[in-house]
């Protein structure tokens, strides 16, 4: 049966590398069906809402969405934390794995961060009060448990040996407490798979002074996305940096960058991260072999060299990367 994907290109370069991962698609005839679905500041302008009930509503029965990335409207409900949430996607995978002829500071790295996506401090249960405002951190046994499930079945399936707990229990006292027995509650189950945790704090400093000791590590949302920019910046930038939101029913798969105003237009986006993306999504779909093919064929472009975007120290232009990586499909 042919797959149902939604696309939402949103504002900015989540346009442009999205016609850079459709044209290599096209290229490979997978004979997916698409939904091209409205989200972000250009969508508000035109329908008074950065996230429009059509767009949740397709989303939610399709197999899998590719979101580019969408420019924040302020005071209006962000699009992608309404998607992750009305979709129930509680689990963000975010790989960070060096990549050949990059501007990385390291050149092996091969760890995952998955990130709850569900709660904690992006719950968005904030109040003002007479001198501020505050904002609520929730953190639950089942979302806590779910997410270390997750991270130790991930950890089995990718052939990593530990989990890493990240938090910051000594002054989060119940929140992370909670989050922390959790994880060791779940970790029971896989005895083959070796466990240890540390405080946040200590995590930042260990992922510039030793990566290598991460294989895969398990955080809160905050956390997780504060930990997963840092560590892009480890192999080369948000520019090479995938990542997935996966629930119960289907995935979002969606480059960890935003929409980059101060390079949209110019056509000098790199679409790494998109197709990354993309690979995350066909494996998802089940389409193994095709997103053999599309990782390989991305890895030739980096290594050759010959059609890359600036950042990469290259001259090329968005598509040119995009039509030499369609090139190198087998
Ligand atoms: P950003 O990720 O858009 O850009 C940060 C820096 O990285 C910029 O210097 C940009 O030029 C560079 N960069 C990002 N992607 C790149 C690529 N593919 N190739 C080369 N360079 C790249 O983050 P920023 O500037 O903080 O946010 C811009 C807008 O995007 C804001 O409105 C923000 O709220 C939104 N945003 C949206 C996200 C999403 O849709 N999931 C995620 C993050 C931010
Ligand atoms: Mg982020």
Do not use: W
């Not at 389409?287 to 980096?302: I, V």
Request: include cysteine.
């Amino acid at each position: 049966m042919n797959k149902n994907i939604s696309i939402i290109k949103g504002d900015g370069i989540g346009i442009e590398v999205m016609d850079a991962a459709l044209l290599i698609l096209d290229k490979m005839e997978l004979n997916l069906k698409y939904n091209f679905l409205e989200a972000g500041k250009e969508c508000c302008k035109k329908n008074g809402t950065p996230i429009p009930e059509e767009t949740i509503k397709k989303s939610k029965k399709s197999d899998a969405i590719l979101f580019g990335a969408v420019t924040t409207v302020e005071d209006s409900p962000s699009a992608i934390i309404t998607l992750r949430k009305e979709l129930k996607l509680y689990a963000n995978i975010r790989p960070i794995k060096s990549l050949p002829n990059t501007n990385s500071i390291y050149n092996d790295l091969n760890f995952t961060i998955i990130r709850e996506n569900s709660e904690g401090l992006y719950s968005g249960l904030e109040t003002e009060t007479e001198n501020g405002a505050e904002a609520k951190r929730i953190i639950t046994r089942s979302a806590s448990e779910r997410i270390s499930d997750f991270a130790f079945k991930y950890a089995k399936n990718n052939f990593f040996n530990k989990v890493t707990a990240v938090h910051k229990a000594n002054v989060l006292k119940k929140t992370d407490g909670i989050f922390k027995e959790s994880f060791y509650k779940i970790a029971k189950n896989y005895k083959d798979i070796k466990t240890e945790d540390y405080y946040v704090d200590a995590t930042a400093m260990y992922l510039i002074t030793k990566p290598k000791i991460f294989e895969v590590i398990v955080t809160s949302n905050l956390f997780g996305d504060i930990l997963s920019d840092e560590s892009a910046g480890l192999v080369g930038g948000l520019g090479l940096a995938p990542s997935a939101n996966i629930g119960e029913n289907n995935g979002l798969f969606e480059p960890v960058h935003g929409s980059a105003p101060d390079i949209s237009g110019k056509q000098i986006a790199n679409p790494t991260a998109m197709i990354l993306s993309t690979v995350m999504m066909l494996n998802y779909i089940n389409k193994d072999k095709e997103a053999k093919k599309l990782e390989n064929a991305l890895l030739k472009t980096l290594k050759e060299k010959k059609q890359v975007t600036p950042d990469l120290g290259g001259t090329s232009k968005t598509l040119d990367m995009a039509k030499e990586i369609a090139s190198h499909i087998e």
